[in-house]
């Protein structure tokens, strides 16, 4: 296991003590209203925000274990995909795109665990199993699902991490999330679609961050059986062409 050693981090006293069945999730959300002269209306913030009163925010701690967990699913997730790429067929720069990917996960993960994160489990299962690394189409099928929820997820940290005055841990769960959906785009390039970048937003399909354990778990990541179980084990992070691994502020 490489030893990565934070730099320029937020401390723990600093704040820290510190695609489809998801899209079927927002669809209320993205059809909105009825159109005029075709054009869709979507609802008020107002509105969406009626829809979650009464709610109390995940603790920050809370949080951050979620966050590690589903960082350890990621790495796991394209750690098995890397390991399996002759059977899905993916090489070359493709094969690039998913060990830049890994590594971005395992440095969220390192970062979350300096931070005093615990992680939920670090046993994951697959909705399709082994198959998930054989058949290219559900590989992809399988990380758009999981980068959907990843950015939910950390968009909901945005907004909870807000709510309890954590400026800093907000901007730093949205420095995650556009991460995340930067992954979503590059697995619909491996999967050959046109028009790979087809969000104008990103769907919130779970308003609270304590709600995706239960998401994830429904869907068939949190069920590890026989063959169907994969435990995270920690990647080497040396990747020069990755970059930008901390957290910084100002810096660009």
Known sequence: MHNHESENEMQPNEGLHSRRRLLQGVAGVAVGAAGVAGVTLLPSIGAFAAGDKGKKPTAVQDILNIARTAERLAVTFYSQGIANAHKLGISGDRLNYLRAAVVEEQIHEFYLRDNKAKPLTSTFSFPHGADTFKKLSLFIATQQELEGFFDSAYLAAVREFAEQNQPRLAQIAA???TIESEHRVLGRVLLGESFADNW???????????DAPAAVAKAGYLSPKGDNSYTFAAVNIDLPAVINRTPLVGTV
């Open 175 to 177: 420095q995650i999330a």
């Open 200 to 210: 104008a937003y990103t769907p919130v399909a779970i308003t609270r961050v304590s």
